[in-house]
């Protein structure tokens, strides 16, 4: 199923504002979004950081422990000019992200309930893109896959999972091309 452009480009375009810290021109686009659709798009944001959250992980479901590290090098990261805080990093991705639960439950203030899952999935994007990539080339890989995904019934998990690390056996060279055969 293909996103909604009317959900894929204010994403985006919120996204490229937090990134290129036009910290203005982010909160003109997001008060011009009806109420609604930024929901949506905040959603969108949470789907796309759990993805990268999943993908640093090497495609398993990450520990609190393996969310803490991801949270800590975000908060520290120097060359970003963000204001984000460990705590709220480690709450987004772990509660909001990860954990599904409403974001109102976790940020009863209502401009970290739109900027910490801006600003963590902007800074995810940076920070764990593949190397020689470009954020929106990642984040066009990741809007791709999740299309791909919203099809497939659950029964496919497995095999999924059992077909990626055969691949990667197969790269690393521990494996041999007939071993299932």
């Known amino acids: 199923m293909r996103?909604?452009?009317?959900?894929?480009?204010?994403?985006?375009?919120?996204?490229?504002?937090?990134?290129?810290?036009?910290?203005?021109?982010?909160?003109?686009?997001?008060?011009a979004i009806p109420e609604e659709r930024l929901a949506e798009c905040v959603s969108l944001c949470l789907r796309i950081a759990g993805y990268i959250a999943i993908d640093v992980c090497g495609q398993v479901w990450p520990s609190e422990a393996d969310l803490r590290e991801i949270a800590q090098r975000m908060a520290s990261m120097e060359d970003m000019e963000y204001d984000l805080?460990?705590?709220d990093?480690?709450?987004?991705?772990?509660?909001?992200?990860?954990?599904?639960e409403p974001l109102i439950d976790v940020f009863t203030d209502t401009q970290k309930m739109?900027?910490?899952?801006?600003?963590a999935t902007a800074t995810l994007l940076v920070a764990y893109r593949p190397?020689?990539?470009?954020?929106?080339?990642?984040?066009?890989?990741?809007?791709?896959?999740?299309?791909?995904?919203?099809?497939?019934?659950?029964?496919?998990?497995?095999?999924l999972?059992?077909?990626?690390?055969?691949?990667?056996?197969?790269?690393?060279?521990t494996a041999h091309p007939n071993a299932d055969e």
């Open 3 to 31: 996103l909604d452009p009317k959900l894929e480009k204010p994403t985006r375009d919120l996204l490229s504002h937090v990134i290129r810290g036009e910290w203005e021109e982010f909160g003109k686009v997001a008060t």
């Open 85 to 87: 805080n460990e705590e």
């Open 89 to 100: 990093i480690f709450a987004c991705l772990s509660r909001s992200a990860l954990g599904f």
């Open 114 to 119: 739109v900027g910490v899952p801006f600003t």
């Open 131 to 159: 190397d020689g990539t470009d954020w929106w080339d990642y984040l066009e890989q990741i809007e791709q896959a999740l299309e791909i995904a919203t099809d497939l019934p659950e029964a496919v998990v497995p095999a």
């Open 161 to 173: 999972l059992l077909l990626t690390r055969r691949q990667r056996a197969l790269k690393s060279g």
